[in-house]
Nanobody, 116 residues
Framework: QVRLVQSGGGLVQAGESLKLSCAASISISGIASMGWYRQAPGKERELVAS???????NYGDSVKGRFTISRGNAKNTVFLQMNSLKPDDTGVYYCNLRSYSNTIYWGQGTQVTVSS
């Protein structure tokens, strides 16, 4: 069973920054991609950013230029640096991992709240 352990998040004011971390319990050899999704109240879960095993990165349109996804040295940890936060960025952020067997795993979720 794959475990994803998230850390970070919290309450900030608009324009400030936060950093999220997610560590997977498996090595990079079993990971096809890792990333972050978020879900705001009353809305569907949406992609924030993802990185594939070979380093290809995708961002959701609303975060391009403000958020940066990166990996740790062992590549089974991902970080999300969130700058210039806006109230619309408020939501629960979930770490996501897709294995090479196409199984999807989710972290426990962490609340990010941006006040105006």
């Amino acid at each position: 069973q794959v475990r994803l352990v998230q850390s970070g998040g919290g309450l900030v004011q608009a324009g400030e920054s936060l950093k999220l971390s997610c560590a997977a319990s498996i090595s990079i050899s079993g990971i096809a991609s890792m990333g972050w999704y978020r879900q705001a109240p009353g809305k569907e879960r949406e992609l924030v950013a993802s990185v594939s095993r070979d380093g290809n990165i995708n961002y959701g349109d609303s975060v391009k230029g403000r958020f940066t996804i990166s990996r740790g040295n062992a590549k089974n940890t991902v970080f999300l640096q969130m700058n210039s936060l806006k109230p619309d960025d408020t939501g629960v952020y979930y770490c996501n991992l897709r294995s090479y067997s196409n199984t999807i795993y989710w972290g426990q979720g962490t609340q990010v709240t941006v006040s105006s």
